[in-house]
């Protein structure tokens, strides 16, 4: 009876788990949650996969039938030839160069804004604030004609600057700003002022350098959309020197033909420099996305 009562009383219930001394109850929720989530991330990388598997093949054997992962032969030829035949170090420098630019402008110039928006009282400020709002309904196609009219005007059609300047307006990274300042405690301005702080220095010794989860999360989203930015640099720009990356991908079939090794392989090669940054950036992206509520 009692060799019994050792037996059952050693026992631990099915949904426990006993860890460092510490019972604690099996969570099927959280075990289902990532369950779900890593079926979701095997998913989305599935055309991930397939586009570099199809990089690797040799180019007659990327449209045979049956359809399949791996050729006769595992090749890095599409990559050479993207490297020969394309002028793909002139992209980079494009899309790094206007990427870069266009990230510094919003958060200076969005910051700024937000900051007058927060902390700053001034007539017609909630008018004003609700005009920017407005700009989210707005997609950036319908102004593609005004846009290039303007930069037509003031010459800057076929330059760097003309890329630039349509993309930094983001109202976007306003309303992000604007509330991550708001929680931001008054009193701090109110001290600063007491001590003789003006109006720029408080927002560029006090509020931009406490802004760090918003500034990182509207510059990884700023530059994220703007190296991905396909239709405005393709409008605005003739000139091959002035190519980025999406753009001289939609021309890779003209320059390549039908050859879908060489296409997958550059379309990798302009996707890397995010990965990357996602690689190295992953904690700041994060912590920017739950402090701020940027999402999508």
């Given amino acids: 009876m009692t060799a019994h009562a050792d037996v059952a009383g050693s026992r631990v219930d099915a949904t426990t788990v006993v860890r460092g001394g510490r019972r604690r109850r099996f969570d ?4 289902l949650s990532y369950a779900v989530l890593a079926l979701v991330g095997i998913i989305w990388l599935i055309p991930f996969a397939w586009a570099i598997a199809t990089s690797l093949k040799p180019d007659a054997e990327t449209t045979v039938a049956p359809v399949s992962w791996t050729g006769s032969t595992i090749t890095l030829d599409a990559y050479h030839a993207v490297f020969a035949s394309g ?3 002139r992209w980079y420098f494009n899309s790094v160069l206007v990427a870069v630019v266009v990230t510094a402008l919003t958060i200076l110039l969005a910051s700024m804004a937000a900051f007058a928006f927060s902390r700053v ?16 309904i707005v997609p950036f196609q319908a102004l593609i004609v005004p846009l290039f009219e303007e930069m037509d005007t003031l010459g800057l059609v076929d330059t760097y600057w003309g890329m630039i300047l ?4 983001a109202p976007i990274a306003v309303l992000v700003f604007k509330r991550f300042f708001d ?6 301005a109110e001290s600063a002022r007491v001590d003789g702080a003006s109006t720029w220095r408080i927002y ?26 396909f239709l405005w640099p393709f409008v605005i720009t003739t000139a091959k ?4 990356i999406p753009v001289g991908a939609a021309t890779v079939q003209s320059f390549y033909g039908a050859q879908y090794a060489q296409v997958m392989a550059l379309s990798i090669l302009g996707a ?22 940027l999402k999508g």
């Fill in 241 to 244: 020197s002035l190519q980025t």
């Fill in 121 to 136: 009282d001034f007539r017609g400020r909630t008018a004003l604030y609700f005009l920017i709002a407005a700009g989210l």
């Fill in 204 to 229: 560029w010794n006090i509020w931009l350098p406490l802004s760090g989860p918003a500034v990182a999360a509207v510059g990884i989203f700023t530059f994220v959309v703007t190296w991905n930015n």
């Fill in 87 to 89: 002028n793909i170090w």
């Fill in 28 to 31: 099927f929720g959280s075990v």
């Fill in 166 to 169: 349509p993309q930094v307006a």
């Fill in 183 to 188: 929680s931001i405690p008054k009193e701090l």
């Fill in 272 to 293: 890397l420099p995010l990965l990357l940054a996602f690689l190295f950036f992953q904690r700041q992206i994060v912590q920017g996305i739950t402090n701020t509520g």
